[in-house]
């Protein structure tokens, strides 16, 4: 996930340093060969650094406040604990891309085995991009040899989200540093107007939802209502707020809720098959029944990716909407302290049973694999230090999201900003999943946005077709890659 909108463009398509994208997913297919090799001296973090002078390069993400924090807390916190505790000094600097430019913009420089950003900040699904050719180190032995490392997380999909690769094994590429889940944004003070109350009984026959629990209780089915109480076009004002966007994941993170949360899958990770997983009746259904919802939507809904939804939300144009929970500081502005809520989106039933299965966001932690020793050992001390919780929780009262158990469960935590408690009932074991960490991801992703869009714009009519389109195409990538032996079967279909 998938914080920021990004255009993939095609593999061909050269980069502002000449290099394509083509070019760089075959170097990231060499595979572990090209890891360079780190004796004892490298991982010895023990070795001493005083009277060092070391800069850390931290390449994140433009405009993204958690990647800005990370440098912030480096130079003012971290910084004058190294010179005093640990006996020399550390700068830290950052360069920036924005979220469509970033895995370029960080694959470039790591292919030619550079140690220009000595620490970034990954999208979760390029784990695998990044992993495969060795430009990132695989952590197993530096947590093992630095027991401050060897975290507690909050929940399974930390590890799974975050931090492992090939998803669900034990491999560690990644470590958490924003964590990041989607909840619901509600307009509390439209919700306690006696009038709107009033209203929606006498129409309804039944109660507003007013608090935390009770939206907590809600499935689709129920929220209806409200969605369709507060769609008034004609006081340009809607019910909820969903991204539809083309750009990036916009679209796929939205719409997979609707497949994880009946318990249905996008593929198999263990064979590698999308062909007969992705592309069922059940999922063709789910496509169908989201698509449907913009009918709650305000108008050019397939343009709506994360900051426009965020403009909708602050300027009173929706009364809700299902957003990242790392977007709670630009959601809540000081002008809307107080008359924000912030809850679980709603519950699918499930065979009379509440379900919740919602995409995860955030981004992990990952240490570039050509450091220098003294880089290296900076970097380790620095995510020590990161980790530390009396860190973690600066994070979170800056508007960051922790991860760490800790943190999460100490006292007071859930009052320190007004997503957190959404934060936390989301981020437990089985309400939020990710998707492919797979190479060939951005390959993937293209293909379902671009299908998944154009029956949202109409353009295609049958979801079962669509679903049919892009699980051949995507059973066709992962063949040639040699990553499943099964071959698409039948020949291509169309959209149309």
Known sequence: MKEFDNNHAADDQLSTTGMSRRKLLKMAGLGAASLPFLGSSALAMAESLKGANINVEILGLAGWPPSAMSTKIGNTMFAPYAQKKLGY????SSAQAPFEQLFQKAATSLATHSAEYNLLISDSQWLGAFATPGWILKLNDIIDKNPDLNIDWYSDIVTDGYMAYPQ??????????EGDVMVMYVRKDMLEDPKEKDAFQKKYNKKLPQTYEEFEALTWGDYKDVMAFFTRPDKNLYG??????????????YYYPFVFSKGQHIWNPKTRNVQGI????ENAKSLEEFVALQKYCPPGSNQVGIPELADLFTKGKVFSCIQWAAMGPTMIPDDLRGKVMVVPPPAFDVNGEKKRTYTLGGQPWVINAFNSKEQLAAVIDFLKYWY???TQLEFAKRGG??????VLESDGFDDIQPWFRAYKYMLANGRTKDFWHDPNYAKMLDVQQEAFTAYAAGNAKDPMKVLDYVAYHQQKILHDAGETKQAPKGSAPSLS
Not at 168 to 177: A, F, H, V
Not at 401 to 406: D, G, I, Q, T
Request: aromatic content about 12%; glycine content about 8%.
């Open 89 to 92: 000094k550390v700068h830290f």
């Open 240 to 253: 909820i707020g969903l991204q539809y966007a083309k750009t990036y994941d916009n679209f796929s993170c």
């Open 401 to 406: 999201n922790p991860c760490v158990k800790s």
């Open 168 to 177: 669900g094994e034990k491999s560690i590429y990644g470590l958490p540093q």
């Open 278 to 281: 992705l592309n069922s009746q």
């Open 388 to 390: 530390a919780k009396d």
